[in-house]
């Protein structure tokens, strides 16, 4: 069974009903892929397990979402489409997090508890519409037994059941218990989406007042009678060990109640975060550096270079591109090089643990929260029953938070602190101990003709691979599916293609992890770069060299021609200004951009302007879509012109916003964000738009000065010589 089916109307078994203990009705969906059903019935949770909807008897709608909400707006959109089907306003449905279980809260296109890869609303659309709509329809039948008439002339308006031909009335509170006694249809049907009245439209964020008045609760706002706080110091050399700590000074700071010591770290337990840290800088800690004492970005990107010089596994090969390159009249290549990457969520890492004899509470912030859950049960040796997750809301996720190396820590720690701790990773912690996005090293080909059109194309991608430590599974024939999507799913017709992929680890201790959208993220950029290079070449105009190659991809084509139509495209500008174009297909959406930029005399690049043309499908809450497009290019124009992590004598030599930057206020362009409606199924928006907005961007400095950017950041590259 694949996601598609997963996903699909057809499927059975998404709903299972119970009578709740207390009395109302309860509802959830089972996906056939994670079906085993665990025994809750003797807990106080008085519901089956599935159990994704709940309506007391005062009417009160609860959904228990399986995403979690980390800025997206999925604590918005995912009510909505249960909300649509269940006929209730949206506003009045209370959200609560899942619970930690791989089973029962499984993302049915990944197969685990995980929110990520821009797949909440693709894999939730049938599947919370369908938990919906089987709720009202069991609502109706309840209503039409108490008032003896045939269902199919009530109907479910605004939270209650309405008899057409009496105007009789009940609100859902008072059907609830009858409900529950109902045998669940097997088969529903799901609105026409002419008939949607909430779906497809503009709607606030249900989280926004709790983050506007602070009662909104992040992992960082646990407090816990009796909690300690921790502040943590790991080696500065990857792979380094503690070699010693002065623990008096460390507790001669007042408030400070204790000293951790680990392998290769070293906590400080005091009474509040600040004497943590006064505590810790007075503790002054040495450290064994190791064998990675001397690596730097020399020795990375020099293994990454001569691995590039092997043939890898091929991840696509469509006729003969050594051939057809050898025998054309230009061959063109190109070396791409993209940095590691920091995530810098806003919220800093940090996890509550208290562990006692009888299990051990967890809270954070997850997008994993099985995962994590399973890896706790490993380290402490306790049953699953014993390790409960309380999730939070994410200030911030981007990919960190699919780890569960905090929390690791967090629980190293408190095997060694009696009560409630929290641990906190200064902000400098968090940028030089991140698990990074991989830096990759890029080798493109492409033959063409006399007229400098493309006949050719070969793209060897080498780098880290997250899939393999990740899903190993998913690497088949030694191809790691993500690193290579762009280009094995390469929207342009070129007759002849071969991609392969080269797996490059960094020295031992660094380690590599996703980037809001890595695949995608990285892959748009080399693609869509060379293109450009391809089109310049050419001397064709950039804009109608990708539409040249598009004739079997008209969504693609589409958002292409918007995004440059609404731009002005080919419009002239002042000197010193350029504009750029790209598409990124992934995550089942197209997105086209163009950006505008400023290059200043001393080669300072500002971004003016951008432009975003979205098809994701069928759309949910148009307001989240733009929200995420905004997000996503302020996220990317930042990595393109600023992000860079770099490793001098074994340590990372970034350490906070100073010297990892992020666009500021002043710095941000104007964007300006374009919908296309659509039928399709929905797609993902959460990483399309910072995949698309680095390679306009550098192609609008090509526009500007001439200069071709290959390797990121852009920093001071577009300064003339």
Not at 53 to 67: E, N, Q, Y
Not at 456 to 482: E, F, L
Not at 519 to 539: I, N, P, Q, W, Y
Not at 645 to 669: C, H, M, W
Request: aromatic share 6%.
């Amino acid at each position: 069974m694949n996601a598609r089916d997963l996903a699909s109307p057809s499927r059975r078994r998404f709903v299972t009903a119970t009578a709740a203990l207390g009395g109302g009705l309860l509802l959830g969906f089972g996906l056939p892929v994670r079906g085993e059903v665990r025994d809750t019935l003797t807990t106080n949770a008085p519901f089956a397990p599935n159990a994704f909807l709940r309506i007391d008897r005062a009417g009160k709608v609860t959904f228990v979402s399986p995403m979690i909400e980390m800025g997206q707006g999925t604590y918005t959109s995912l009510p909505m489409l249960v909300a649509e089907e269940l006929e209730v306003d949206v506003d009045r449905v209370a959200v609560e997090h899942a619970p930690a279980d791989d089973k029962v809260y499984a993302n049915p296109l990944i197969g685990i508890q995980m929110t990520g890869a821009s797949t909440a609303i693709r894999g939730m659309y049938v599947p919370l519409r369908r938990a919906g709509a089987t709720a009202r329809v069991m609502l109706v039948a309840a209503a039409a037994q108490r008032w003896k008439v045939d269902p199919a002339t009530c109907r479910a308006e605004n939270g209650a059941v309405v008899h057409a031909a009496t105007g009789r009335r009940l609100g859902y509170g008072a059907l609830v218990d009858a409900a529950a006694k109902l045998p669940v249809p097997e088969k529903v049907a799901l609105k026409e989406p002419a008939a949607f009245r909430l779906v497809g439209k503009a709607h606030r964020r249900l989280d926004t007042s709790g983050k506007v008045n602070g009662s909104a609760r992040f992992g960082i706002d646990t407090r816990l009678p009796g909690m300690k706080f921790a502040v943590l110091a790991q080696s500065p050399v990857f792979g380094g060990k503690l070699a010693s700590i002065d623990e008096a000074k460390a507790k001669a700071v007042p408030g400070v109640t204790q000293v951790v010591r680990l392998d290769d770290a070293v906590a400080v337990v005091a009474n509040h975060t600040w004497a943590a840290k006064q505590g810790l800088a007075a503790a002054a800690p040495q450290w064994d550096a190791g064998p990675n004492a001397k690596v730097s970005m020399t020795d990375i990107v020099g293994q990454l270079a001569r691995a590039a010089e092997k043939p890898g596994a091929v991840a696509r090969n469509d006729g003969d591109a050594a051939r057809a390159i050898a025998g054309a009249a230009k061959r063109i290549d190109a070396v791409y090089e993209q940095p590691f990457l920091a995530h810098a969520t806003m919220e800093p890492m940090n996890c509550t643990v208290h562990l006692t004899t009888d299990g051990c509470d967890i809270w954070v912030g997850t997008q994993v929260p099985g995962l994590t859950q399973a890896a706790m049960m490993k380290l402490t040796g306790l049953k699953r029953e014993q390790v409960r997750i309380h999730n939070h809301l994410l200030g911030g996720g981007f990919g960190r938070r699919l780890e569960f190396d905090g929390t690791v820590r967090a629980v190293q720690i408190a095997q060694h602190v009696r009560g409630p701790v929290q641990v906190i990773w200064p902000r400098e912690e968090d940028i030089q101990h991140d698990m990074y996005r991989p830096y990759y090293y890029d080798r493109v080909t492409a033959g063409v003709d006399a007229q400098g059109k493309a006949v050719a194309w070969s793209h060897r991608i080498t780098g880290s691979s997250i899939v393999a430590r990740y899903i190993p599974a998913s690497i088949k024939n030694g191809v790691d599916p993500d690193a290579v999507e762009s280009s094995a799913n390469l929207p342009y017709g070129f007759p002849d293609i071969h991609v392969d992929w080269v797996r490059q680890e960094p020295p031992s201790g660094i380690q590599t992890t996703w980037w809001r959208g890595v695949g995608v993220t990285r892959g748009t950029f080399v693609v869509e770069s060379f293109v450009d290079e391809l089109a310049a070449s050419a001397k064709h105009d950039p804009l109608a060299y990708r539409i040249a190659f598009l004739d079997k991809n008209p969504r693609a084509r589409a958002v292409l021609q918007l995004a440059a139509e609404r731009s002005g495209w080919g419009k002239p500008l002042p000197a010193g200004q350029g504009r750029g174009i790209a598409l990124c297909t992934g995550f089942g959406s197209f997105i086209g951009q163009v950006v505008q930029v400023s290059v200043g005399k001393d080669g300072a690049v500002s971004p003016v302007h951008v432009w975003c043309a979205v098809d994701c499908g069928l759309q949910v809450n148009p307001d989240t879509i733009r929200a995420q497009m905004e997000s996503g290019i302020i996220f990317g124009l930042s990595a393109a012109l600023f992000g860079e992590i770099t490793i001098k004598d074994g340590r990372v030599e970034q350490t906070n916003f100073g010297d990892y930057r992020v666009l500021r206020i002043s710095e941000a362009p104007r964007i300006d964000v374009h919908l296309v409606n659509s039928t399709e199924a929905p797609g993902g928006i959460g990483e399309p738009g910072t995949s698309c907005v680095m390679p306009a961007l550098t192609n609008a400095i090509f526009a500007a000065t001439g200069r071709r950017i290959r390797k990121l950041p852009v920093g001071d590259q577009a300064r003339v010589a």
